[in-house]
């Protein structure tokens, strides 16, 4: 997890310096609108049910926790590791870039402070290229 100082010098969490539940659904509804309207995304889109509001649920849900929210959607999902509940997908190098270049513009469209954007971006990277590289090695 990503650990934040505050101006007085105490830790808080990615979560609450994001500014909580409000902002991670914004930045998580703008990853999907994103997804679903931007052209470049269409191979992402592709990969998904047609209807996306359990994924914004689920990933809202995800990002709370792991950004040391409320960690309801780790209780709800016991044992379920991110890696292995995409495994299945037929992820590639390209889908991973689209999945971390939408993210990333839904972190700066959605006003996110540029320093834990970046800090978040570099984690989405490298998930995602272990998400790749994992169905490379399947599909081999």
Known sequence: MIVCMSESG??????????????VRRFVDRFYDLMESEPEYS???????????PMRRSLAGFLTGWLGGPRQWFEENVGVCVMSAHAALPITAETSRQ???AMARALTESNIDADLAARMNDAFEKMAGGMSRMAANRDN
């Open 10 to 23: 105490t830790s808080t969490t990615p979560y609450d310096s994001l500014g909580g539940e409000a902002a």
């Open 43 to 53: 191979a992402l889109r592709a990969m998904h049910a047609p209807d996306l509001a």
């Open 99 to 101: 999945w971390t270049d």
